[in-house]
């Protein structure tokens, strides 16, 4: 009799053990699927939601969102999600009023930077139009991050403790980052603070922490850039005798190429300094195809190519060196 007794404890054991295992990590069809644009988002969503989400990013690494032309395989993705996470401020172009659209049939779609940063407070250019690359200024970035926690803990609210607790722990990382942003730019010899790259990306890290920032062309990379935009860099790189420009990942470098040969020309040298994340993460998988890898690349790169000095495997000794 004892023996049955011992063996049905064992059962009713496993059978909890069991049960708690299946609330600690739900199956593929229990997580809420999120589908965002860009990786930028995705990548904070998938490690706040963390078990709870299954996230996918529309425009992947390596592809242009100003430019990006959505397919039919896209839009069933878009209509299967149980949220839907974007940049806005035109950012994804032609994408942007498709998921407007389905914003106003009832779909939850979710402008994430839209949501929480204040439009006066936009770069503009001279023709009023708006920056959208709002994620590299780390703190403008971390007020994106705490609104895709509100928005998918309020989806998901059975799970916002460890939502609440992925969270906090990326809110320190990226405060870390932020700071190392700063200090790691700051090495850069103040007259040599010059960062010219294929498109104006880089206006908010210009705005955080003081480089001077040109792009050949400008906020979107729809428009070709002129003969005159690439004569007058020319000129700013021969005033200023800067030594290196950076190519962009998601963008064609023939631009770069063009203003490389050009400055030779005009018998001043100029070597590019590295490949820049700008618009896309890097490679799935790996720490630059995250968007901490993905800034902490950008700031180690330029910092070393432009004469400061940090250490190449960067803010948390993570980089491919
Ligand atoms: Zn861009």
Redesign the pocket.
């Given at each position: 009799m004892k023996k049955r007794y011992v063996f049905g404890a064992i059962a009713l054991l496993l059978l909890f053990f069991t049960s708690c295992q299946k609330k600690e990590l739900p199956t593929e069809d229990g997580r809420l699927k999120v589908v965002c644009t860009v990786g930028m988002i995705a990548d904070l969503a998938q490690v706040i939601g963390g078990d709870y989400v299954a996230t996918h990013s529309i425009i992947g690494s390596g592809a242009d969102?100003?430019v990006y032309k959505h397919t039919a395989k896209d839009i069933k993705l878009l209509q299967a999600a149980d949220v839907i996470l974007y940049n806005g401020f035109h950012?994804e172009g032609k994408m942007g009023s498709v998921l407007e659209k389905m914003k106003s049939k009832g779909k939850s779609v979710h402008a994430v930077a839209e949501a929480v940063i204040q439009k006066e407070t936009l770069l503009k250019d001279e023709e009023g139009a708006e920056d959208?690359?709002l994620w590299m200024d780390v703190s403008e970035w971390r007020k994106v991050a705490q609104h895709i926690f509100e928005t998918l803990a309020a989806k998901a609210p059975e799970h916002k403790a460890e939502m609440e607790a992925n969270y906090n722990m990326l809110d320190l990382q990226l405060d870390e980052l932020d700071n190392y942003a700063r200090t790691s730019l700051q090495t850069i010899p103040k007259n040599q603070r010059f960062l010219v790259t294929a498109?104006d990306?880089f206006g908010y890290m210009e705005r955080a922490y003081g480089l001077q920032v040109r792009g050949i062309q400008g906020?979107?990379?729809e428009s070709e850039a002129g003969l005159k935009d690439l004569e007058e860099l020319i000129l700013f790189l021969k005033d200023n005798s800067i030594p290196a420009v950076f190519i962009e990942s998601s963008v064609n470098d023939k631009n770069i190429r063009a203003l490389i040969e050009g400055a030779k020309a005009q018998g001043h040298a100029v070597k590019i300094g590295g490949e820049l994340f700008?618009?896309a993460m890097g490679k799935t998988g790996t720490y630059e195809g995250t968007y901490l890898g993905m800034i902490d690349h950008n700031v180690t790169t330029i910092t070393n190519a432009l004469g400061g000095k940090v250490p190449q495997e960067g803010c948390f000794g993570k980089l491919a060196q």
């Open positions: 969102p100003h950012l959208p690359h498109h990306a906020f979107s990379t700008s618009d």
